[in-house]
């Protein structure tokens, strides 16, 4: 009987259709032009920063990162160039929640996690319904052994959204680090059915 429950489980997240997070118009377009900048300024660490940050919140995270990467590749010393740039762009714009989304990675890239949270903060005050930074406040307090914490705002975040393959695999991280492998198991199922349509 409880292979047959496991098995309908397991099926159901196959099954059932979803409504996952969509890239709008608006994203798409700023995607676009980041990418266009790069294309026309390869050796321009801010055009590789800005783009990473924009793929970080259209669901494009491992690109997003190879870009970020690419910035200290071309200029070793844009970590500190980049965090006082998007300090003082913040400060004369503190409404714009992609500059402070910017700030947070620049603050997390020289390793001022604890900044990076306040401003990941301040993205939610501005946007509250910015999911993926509820994704990137989980990642740092995860990687801080914040565990409790990091689960809290995944949850926060697939409340808004929970259609977010990304999510439910901070979630399933969680669970795995509490020792709660089945609920782990299954939050993986669902990422594994989200990612297979595509999110």
């Known amino acids: 009987m409880r292979i047959i429950i ?5 099926t159901s997240f196959w099954l059932l259709p979803a409504h996952a997070w969509r890239i709008t118009p608006e994203l798409q377009q700023e995607l676009n032009q980041k990418q266009a900048a790069v294309k026309a300024r390869p050796n321009d660490p801010f055009a590789h920063f800005d783009l990473a940050i ?7 995270l491992q690109e997003g990162w190879d870009y970020l990467k690419k910035t200290v590749e071309i200029d070793p010393d844009f970590r500190k160039k980049g965090l006082e740039f998007y300090i003082k762009k913040v400060t004369e714009n503190p409404g714009d929640w992609r500059l402070r989304f910017r700030l947070a990675f620049a603050y997390y890239f020289n390793d001022k996690k604890d900044q990076a949270i306040q ?5 939610l005050k501005i946007n509250p319904y910015q999911v993926w ?3 990137y406040l989980a990642l740092i307090y995860g990687e801080m052994n914040e565990i409790d914490k990091a689960m809290e705002y995944t949850q926060k975040g697939i409340k808004l959204d929970s259609n977010v393959a990304a ?14 492998n089945w609920k782990a198991f299954l939050e993986t199922m669902e990422a594994v059915r989200l990612r297979a349509l595509g999110y």
């Not at 924009?54 to 494009?60: D, E, G, I, L």
């Not at 401003?119 to 993205?123: C, D, M, R, S, T």
């Open 167 to 180: 999510l439910h695999l901070l979630l399933a991280e969680g669970y795995k680090r509490k020792g709660d």
């Open 6 to 10: 496991i098995w309908l489980l397991v």
């Open 119 to 123: 401003e990941l903060e301040n993205v």
């Open 54 to 60: 924009t793929m970080a919140y259209t669901n494009h």
């Open 133 to 135: 930074a509820y994704g």
